[in-house]
């Protein structure tokens, strides 16, 4: 089976913009998480989302959204980027709504400039 | 809020050392998960904890769950090169919470 997969790999963006990271979980699951990630720091949850509907949310701005669609796909939206959103965004997904084991994606680089 | 605290945050060790990385939190745990994560990778799951107490073995890795459900460790026996890579511990943001909160790691380097 598929693992979790992550699209854009890499993206550079600059400050103002906004971008859109994608995620699809691994089948049959039905949480996906979006987390970020900083060099030299552990993953700092953004978001949950189950059945389509937001579980949780972390401490980040309103500049950050997402959603998932009822194929369990989710997207993470950030608008008016600034310098210090630069990190890898991963994207994990898990069977259930409980935060219990979470399986990660390859994260999408994400470099503002 | 709930914090995860990690040390050390660097060790260095000759291979076929033992290595240990303790976890604490600040507030009681319903589980506590370890991840792995290797250079230029992304965190893999490693195990989960339940209970008070709890003792479970990976081969050479063992994972240790506190009495408190507050603590855990992770003790590696007899090092090898692939063992490389940064360990994370993490844990529920409490009752009700969907929130995975993560340390800042331990970063493992093991000199051949």
């Known amino acids: 089976d598929a693992g979790v997969t992550q699209s854009p790999t890499h993206l550079i963006k600059t400050r103002g913009q906004h971008v859109t990271l994608r995620c699809s979980p691994i089948s049959g699951h039905k949480s996906v998480s979006w987390y970020q990630q900083v060099l030299g720091q552990g993953p700092q949850f953004i978001f949950q989302?189950?059945?389509?509907?937001?579980?949780g949310r972390g401490n980040f701005p309103d500049r950050f959204s997402a959603r998932q669609f009822p194929n369990y796909s989710s997207e993470l939206n950030v608008n008016a980027l600034l310098l210090g959103d630069s990190a890898l965004y991963l994207c994990?997904?898990?069977?259930?709504?409980?935060?219990?084991?979470?399986?990660f994606g390859p994260g999408t680089r994400l470099t503002v400039t | 809020g709930q914090q995860v605290m990690q040390i050390p945050q660097y060790q260095h060790v000759q291979e076929g050392e033992d290595f240990t990385t303790y976890c604490n939190s600040s507030t009681t745990l319903s589980n506590i998960q370890w991840y792995k994560q290797r250079p230029g990778g992304h965190p893999v799951f490693l195990i989960q904890?339940?209970?008070?107490?709890e003792v479970k073995k990976q081969k050479r890795l063992t994972f240790q769950f506190g009495e408190a459900k507050k603590n855990s460790s992770l003790h590696i026996t007899a090092t090898q090169t692939t063992d490389v890579g940064t360990y994370f511990c993490?844990?529920?943001?409490?009752?009700?919470?969907?929130?995975?909160?993560f340390g800042k790691g331990t970063k493992l380097s093991v000199i051949p």
């Open positions: 994990a997904s898990s069977p259930n709504r409980d935060p219990y084991e979470q399986y």
């Open positions: 989302y189950y059945e389509k509907e937001e579980r």
């Open positions: 993490a844990g529920p943001g409490g009752a009700g919470s969907y929130q995975l909160t």
């Open positions: 904890l339940v209970k008070s107490g």
